[in-house]
């Protein structure tokens, strides 16, 4: 079991930006990816953005252009930069890590932490 503590977050005004930052215990395995999903109560998760091993990072559809994601390998950590927030960004959001693990891939969450955008 991996634990991710996320941080940061909280309330915004439409056009405004909040980071979140996410770090995940040390461990002796191989961090595939690492980024954050999103969810509103009634909706699927969505991912918001994701970072893999080899560098290359995806965006949802939604945020593309207006959030940045970032992640620091040295303290297993990552960091989503949200700008130019809009009243739909208001969702809970997730850490998510991707660890292989004894030749599996093994994913965990974070608790979720909320963003709200006033219009």
């Known amino acids: 079991q991996v634990q991710l503590v996320e941080s940061g977050g909280g309330l915004a005004e439409a056009g405004g930006s909040l980071t979140l930052s996410c770090a995940a215990a040390?461990?002796?395995?191989?961090?595939?990816?690492m980024g954050w999903y999103r969810q509103v109560p009634g909706n699927e998760r969505e991912v918001v953005a994701i970072?893999?091993?080899?560098?290359?990072?995806y965006y949802g559809d939604s945020v593309k252009g207006r959030f940045t994601i970032s992640r620091d390998a040295a303290q297993n950590s990552v960091t989503l930069q949200m700008n130019n927030l809009a009243p739909d960004d208001t969702a809970t959001y997730y850490c998510?890590?991707?660890?292989?693990?004894?030749?599996?891939?093994?994913?965990?969450w974070g608790q979720g932490i909320q963003v709200t955008v006033a219009p």
């Open positions: 040390r461990t002796k395995f191989e961090t595939l990816a």
């Open positions: 970072t893999r091993l080899d560098g290359n990072t």
């Open positions: 998510y890590i991707k660890n292989f693990e004894m030749g599996l891939e093994s994913e965990y």
